[in-house]
């Protein structure tokens, strides 16, 4: 069919009612909340754009298969129907479920790293960055200087600097245990990584020994984008391009809460027995037996039927549209994105937005709470709330501070989005008026969750 319109490819069977709130409502909710979106209620939501991970719909064949799940500790068929899946489109040998991403992190990492370690990736995500640091390593963030400048376009602003990779290899060779690579770059704006570059990594790991693996919470995004902008790849298909990425890869992390379409679940698959042997005696201590490893037999039956329905071509360019339909209009109203939208979510840059407010005052909480106070939509900041905070206790700025609308997938409408878009244009209109903010509580990892604000007057 030759129609420009991309509509939702699907229709809906089941529906789960909004609640209106009213301003005044939303500030009281917001103050009981200490100013953090993350401690409100969600029924006082409108929108929520907070995550895109677990927030999805599940399809009628997900819940289908839900009624098929094996309940057994151990050797569930559920299990096999979800190895079979993943390896088919991994490749990868050893497949070991874990609750969800975090999980497969923190095995990963306590299994292999001893303190004063490096760990390079483009751009480590949060969760990604404490699981390392806990154990005395660094997470070193190496994304191309393109993908640290939001209003600069590029096709692929996920690459990992392979320059600087190499540097890093030839220097400390033997503080590196592993090279990661997050397709798509979730902390620097949802962008893609390119085959090419995926590519490159392999050789470089190759040529000093080292091991790869991919962080592939939205693996088929990116092979989306490749199919879309990497020259020699629009006639395969999303899987095809999928695999390959997989295949260069010796491992990876994986949450299936993002592109396994699941509302929970995850798993760490790799090629090295002695690792496997050692990250699965880990899981029986901390996610449960290596066939369920902290899910449900339903849970298991849910992600493999996922794993096939994300990289239908369909779906894919819905997804990739729908984002860039709400980054479009951002843009022509005026207001500062990371440029060009990403696949799950745009990223306003609450800086470049409210100039007037320090970085240290926080511009990104200061922009979520204004959307949630007017408009009931709930984001989330990623800037330096979430990255300023050292290991030592000291605080500094983040590379950016930026503000993300997450979209779930295949849960909100276009006239969703439609009011999203009018309600950020409105926000943004309020300018000076809106103020910067200082914590009054906070943890000492991953602050953002459950820090305390208030407003700077
Ligand atoms: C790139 C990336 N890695 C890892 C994770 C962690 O996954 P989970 O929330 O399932 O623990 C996330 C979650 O948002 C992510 O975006």
């Excluded at 209106?20 to 409100?40: I, K």
Aim: with cysteine.
């Amino acid at each position: 069919m030759s129609f420009r319109t991309i509509i939702e490819p699907f229709r809906i069977k089941s529906v789960d009612a909004l609640k209106f709130t009213r301003r005044d409502e939303r500030e009281a909710a917001l103050d009981a909340a200490g100013r953090n979106v993350f401690l409100l209620h969600a029924d006082d939501v409108l929108v929520d754009l907070l995550t895109d991970s677990g927030t999805g719909a599940m399809s009628a064949a997900q819940w289908g298969a839900l009624m098929q799940g094996d309940e057994s500790y151990a050797g569930s068929r559920s299990f096999y129907r979800f190895r079979d899946a993943v390896q088919a489109l991994t490749g990868f040998t050893h497949i070991i479920p874990t609750h969800q991403g975090r999980a497969a992190e923190r095995i990963l990492f306590h299994t292999i790293l001893a303190p004063g370690q490096i760990v390079p990736n483009n751009n480590h995500f949060d969760t990604t960055r404490a699981n390392i640091e806990v154990e005395g390593a660094e997470a070193l963030d190496l994304v191309i200087p393109e993908g640290r400048i939001p209003a600069t376009p590029h096709p692929f602003k996920g690459n990992i600097d392979l320059p600087a990779l190499e540097r890093l290899l030839e220097s400390h060779r033997d503080r590196v245990p592993l090279v990661m690579v997050t397709v798509t770059n979730n902390s620097g704006g949802g962008q893609p990584v390119s085959l090419e570059n995926l590519r490159a990594v392999r050789a470089l790991c190759n040529r000093y020994q080292k091991p790869f693996f991919l962080d592939a919470c939205r693996f088929a995004e990116n092979a989306y984008f490749i199919k879309l902008r990497e020259p020699g790849q629009a006639n395969r298909t999303p899987r095809e391009i999928a695999q390959e990425m997989f295949s260069l890869a010796d491992g990876c992390t994986m949450s299936a809460k993002k592109d396994g379409l699941a509302n929970i679940g995850g798993f760490l698959a790799m090629n090295d027995d002695a690792w496997a042997e050692r990250a699965r005696n880990l899981l029986i201590l901390t996610e449960g037996f290596p066939t369920y490893g902290g899910l449900a037999g339903y849970d298991l039956e849910a992600i493999a039927r996922g794993l096939e329905e994300v990289v239908e071509e369909p779906y894919l360019r819905y997804r990739i549209r729908s984002t860039a339909y709400l980054g479009e209009k951002l843009t022509a109203g005026g207001v500062p994105i990371i440029q060009p939208p990403g696949g799950h979510a745009i990223y306003i840059d609450a800086r470049a937005l409210l100039p007037h407010i320090p970085p240290l005052e926080y511009p990104g909480i200061a922009l979520v709470n204004a959307l949630y106070v007017e408009a009931g939509i709930r984001a989330a900041e990623i800037g330096t709330v979430m990255f300023g905070r050292h290991p030592d206790g000291t605080e500094s700025p983040a590379a950016m501070d930026l503000v993300r609308l997450a979209i779930p997938r295949r849960v909100y409408t276009q006239s969703h989005i439609d009011y999203v878009a009018e309600a950020v244009l409105h926000v943004a209109s309020l300018g000076r008026s809106l103020r910067g903010y200082r914590i009054t509580a906070s943890a000492a990892v991953l602050r953002h969750f459950t820090a305390q604000f208030e407003r700077v007057l």
